[in-house]
Nanobody, 124 residues
Framework: QVQLVESGGGLAQAGGSLRLACAASGRTFSTYAMGWFRQSPGKEREFVASISWSGANTVYADSVKGRFTISRDNAKNTAILQMNSLKPEDTALYYC?????????????????WGQGTQVTVSS
């Protein structure tokens, strides 16, 4: 059983920054790709960023490219989403997710374990 716990959400002003962390249980964290997704009220869940097992490959949604950075620390079983230049439209519940394979993808259906989410609110 894998457990994912997100932290770091909160309130930020437009143009500000937040750093989300996803702590994973289990001894095989380093073999799996990880992803971040978000969902706003009344909207479908959308892809934000993903990272391969080694961290060598990353994928970003166009809406966050150049502003968000995904990374991972396999020694600490942690995935990080650094969010800079935040916009009000980034307001959402942010989820981290684990993919059972090493390659990063953008499809939520590829991910089998999900955290509870952490709320990010950006004020204008």
């Amino acid at each position: 059983q894998v457990q994912l716990v997100e932290s770091g959400g909160g309130l930020a002003q437009a143009g500000g920054s937040l750093r989300l962390a996803c702590a994973a249980s289990g001894r095989t964290f380093s073999t799996y790709a990880m992803g971040w997704f978000r969902q706003s009220p009344g909207k479908e869940r959308e892809f934000v960023a993903s990272i391969s097992w080694s961290g060598a490959n990353t994928v970003y949604a166009d809406s966050v490219k150049g502003r968000f950075t995904i990374s991972r620390d396999n020694a600490k079983n942690t995935a990080i989403l650094q969010m800079n230049s935040l916009k009000p439209e980034d307001t959402a519940l942010y989820y981290c997710a684990r993919r059972q394979y090493a390659i990063a993808t953008i499809d939520a259906n590829d991910y089998d374990y999900w955290g509870q989410g952490t709320q990010v609110t950006v004020s204008s």
